[in-house]
């Protein structure tokens, strides 16, 4: 491997940034950019701060883990979600493809709007249902509006074992509570961080590689990434609990028992079948990468 490529990464503290860090090292030299917590400073809400930072760095690689993803407070914060998950990728896509570089984008499956009876295809009719959800698919609008060489990314119902996260606030309400209230009626595929993150290493492994030269260019879109099968809350809440100390009374409920200021989807597993076609990649069931990252705690 090349070890003179730069890989810069927006977002380094974050769930899915933490993991970034650790699987990229053997790339190249990573340069991790943040809000006052990394190498340098970046504001995603201004555009003049990405271009300057990008300019100093002038990457190979940009790795943009960050986002605004308070997904309800999105709904009284449009703009400002819009500015960090909207418009930023745009500027990163410009930046990239001046730099002739590969930027790798995470996006959502809030894209859609959960009618789907099987899972959704990359080509799918997008529909959000969120400002959150809207913001993130400016986001790759934005991206493929630039052309270049891109990847977005877009996985779901993410977890790990640090930041805001449903897995973390499983375990801390079950040392505070006798019942949890869980919705049973959404369905999805829990994500492991790590696992997102040693995918995207191992694609950026096969671009990089100078085994295997291939047209960048030609690969470049949407491709969805999460781990396999399906579930719903309720149902990932028993086997996060199965492993803890504490087990509370676990209680199913509608959406419509629990309602949020932003709408979720009620189905959004997501096809990785174009992912394993391309890159021969699959991730593993939501069940063995939650026993894998419990037993990482």
Same mark, same amino acid.
């Given at each position: 491997?090349?070890?003179?490529?730069r890989?810069?990464?927006?977002?380094?503290?974050?769930?899915?940034?933490?993991?970034?860090?650790?699987?990229?090292?053997?790339?190249?030299?990573?340069?991790? $950019?943040?809000?006052?917590?990394?190498?340098? &400073?970046?504001? #995603? +809400?201004?555009?003049?701060? !990405?271009?300057? %930072?990008?300019?100093?760095?002038?990457?190979?690689?940009?790795?943009?883990?960050?986002?605004?993803?308070?997904?309800?407070?999105?709904?009284?914060?449009?703009?400002?979600?819009?500015a960090?998950?909207?418009?930023?990728?745009?500027?990163?896509?410009?930046?990239?493809?001046?730099?002739?570089?590969?930027?790798?984008?995470?996006?959502?499956d809030?894209?859609?709007?959960g009618?789907?009876?099987?899972?959704?295809?990359?080509?799918?009719? $997008?529909?959000?249902?969120?400002?959150?959800? &809207?913001?993130? #698919? +400016?986001?790759?609008?934005? !991206?493929?509006? %630039?052309?270049?060489?891109?990847?977005?990314?877009?996985?779901?119902?993410?977890?790990?074992?640090?930041?805001?996260?449903?897995?973390?606030?499983?375990?801390?309400?079950?040392?505070?509570?006798a019942?949890?209230?869980?919705?049973?009626?959404?369905?999805?595929?829990?994500?492991?961080?790590?696992?997102?993150?040693?995918?995207?290493?191992?694609?950026?492994?096969q671009?990089?590689?100078?085994?295997h030269?291939?047209?960048?260019?030609?690969?470049?879109?949407?491709?969805?990434?999460?781990?396999?099968?399906?579930?719903?809350?309720y149902?990932?809440?028993?086997?996060?609990?199965?492993?803890?100390?504490?087990?509370?009374?676990?209680?199913?409920?509608?959406?419509?028992?629990?309602?949020?200021?932003?709408?979720?989807?009620?189905?959004?597993?997501?096809?990785?079948?174009?992912?394993?076609?391309?890159?021969?990649?699959?991730?593993?069931?939501?069940?063995?990468?939650?026993?894998?990252?419990?037993?990482?705690?």
């Amino acid at each position: 491997m090349n070890t003179n490529h730069r890989l810069l990464l927006i977002g380094p503290t974050g769930q899915v940034g933490w993991e970034l860090l650790r699987c990229t090292a053997t790339l190249g030299t990573v340069i991790a $950019v943040g809000r006052g917590t990394a190498d340098y &400073t970046m504001d #995603l +809400a201004n555009p003049d701060s !990405i271009r300057q %930072v990008i300019r100093e760095i002038n990457p190979s690689v940009i790795l943009n883990a960050a986002a605004y993803t308070a997904v309800d407070k999105a709904e009284q914060e449009p703009l400002l979600a819009h500015a960090i998950n909207g418009t930023a990728p745009g500027i990163l896509a410009e930046e990239a493809q001046r730099l002739s570089a590969i930027l790798i984008h995470y996006s959502t499956d809030y894209v859609f709007d959960g009618t789907a009876q099987q899972p959704y295809l990359e080509s799918h009719l $997008v529909q959000p249902l969120s400002s959150y959800g &809207t913001s993130k #698919l +400016a986001g790759e609008q934005a !991206i493929q509006a %630039v052309g270049g060489q891109y990847f977005i990314f877009r996985t779901a119902w993410v977890y790990g074992t640090r930041g805001q996260n449903f897995l973390l606030t499983i375990q801390r309400l079950a040392n505070e509570r006798a019942e949890l209230k869980i919705v049973a009626d959404q369905f999805g595929a829990p994500t492991w961080s790590r696992s997102i993150a040693e995918a995207t290493a191992q694609v950026l492994t096969q671009l990089l590689s100078p085994l295997h030269a291939v047209d960048i260019a030609t690969l470049s879109g949407i491709y969805h990434l999460t781990c396999g099968g399906q579930t719903t809350w309720y149902e990932f809440t028993k086997a996060i609990l199965a492993h803890g100390e504490r087990r509370p009374r676990i209680v199913p409920i509608t959406t419509a028992e629990y309602p949020t200021p932003a709408k979720r989807p009620g189905y959004s597993v997501l096809s990785n079948a174009k992912l394993h076609q391309t890159f021969g990649l699959t991730l593993p069931p939501w069940e063995q990468a939650l026993e894998l990252c419990l037993g990482s705690f």
